[in-house]
């Protein structure tokens, strides 16, 4: 993505510079081809991509060797929502190292699917509604050897 004031030229050689650089490192990429497209245009073919890292290009930034490595879909308030800056000897190391640790995230989320809270966080009462107390919830709860005791409120 590319960003400038006014004169902005649109940085298209700069863009087409980076996409090199990242399929070159073997990192799918893309961008706008239009000359000048707006930065609110690049963000929305972004996420309607589903793109999880923008590499963005202001004209100060390019022309002392940086650019700005963004993580789509942060909160707000995070620290690193407007992006951190990278130069760009060093881009394709960060994406990958990005990407990586996303992965890695995924993985892990992935593997906790499917895995239930029992009894809560240490140091936490459990609070059990009428609804969610289960038969099932009580046989987790007794002690082994124990037939599990339901009471209703």
């Not at 490595?69 to 929502?81: I, T, Y």
């Amino acid at each position: 993505m590319a960003f400038g004031g006014k004169g902005f030229t649109g940085l298209l050689k700069e863009r087409m510079e980076v996409c090199s650089r990242l399929w070159g490192a073997g990192i799918k990429a893309e961008f706008l081809y239009k000359v000048k497209p707006k930065l609110p245009n690049q963000f929305k073919a972004a996420e309607a991509g589903g793109v999880p890292f923008a590499v963005i290009l202001g004209e100060d930034e390019w022309n002392n060797g940086k650019v700005k490595v963004k993580e789509m879909g942060l909160r707000d308030g995070h620290p690193e929502k407007e992006g951190v800056e990278v130069a760009l000897d060093n881009l394709v190391t960060d994406v990958k190292a990005k990407l990586a640790r996303r992965a890695e995230l995924e993985d892990m989320t992935r593997q906790a699917e499917g895995l239930k809270v029992v009894h809560g966080i240490k140091g936490e009462e459990l609070e059990v509604s009428a609804q969610s107390t289960t038969t099932e919830a009580a046989a987790v709860d007794a002690p082994a050897g124990e037939q599990p005791v339901t009471e209703e409120k």
